[in-house]
């Protein structure tokens, strides 16, 4: 099975795992169906809620809302050479590496010998409230991530970076 069949099996799974747990009132989930084509046509978005904000990361949503109350999808294209520091999201997400190597780690510091180097087809979770990093190398990354909103995303300070309060991001 390709890569990308597995991406397409788990992320509905996925979304199905995050379906209960917020007493807020959720965006109901609306039936959506894209081909490859269809994703790579959809436009691309830059930093929204649950990304790292930055620049040159798009960002197409598949489904849900991030802000929003419910299941979300989001596929995130990542050029190569970046680095994402170590950051949390409120939420419980899951991801499906597409294409690319990504290199993705847990931690409070981004550090390279921490990161695990994912192919294609390679699944992940980021829990809760879980610092985790991320950086790609000479090739660019598409991965497929999951969860149920809102979302925010939330840069770790190190000591003596007033930097990362800054890049905090809803």
Known sequence: MSPLARAWIACPLALAMHGSGAQQVRTPLQPTRMTPAAIAAHPALGAIAGTSGLAGIRTVVLAGDPARPGAYAIELLVPPHTRIDAHTHRDDRTAVVVS?????????????????????????????????????????????????????????????DNAAFHRNRP
């Open 100 to 160: 690319g190597t990504w290199h993705f780690g847990y931690g409070g510091l981004a550090d390279d010998a921490g990161a695990t180097s994912l192919g294609p087809g390679s699944f992940y979770t980021e829990p809760a409230n879980t610092p985790h990093f991320a950086h790609t190398g000479n090739e660019a990354v598409a991965v497929i991530i999951s969860g149920n909103g809102p979302t925010d995303t939330h840069y770790v300070a190190r000591p003596g």
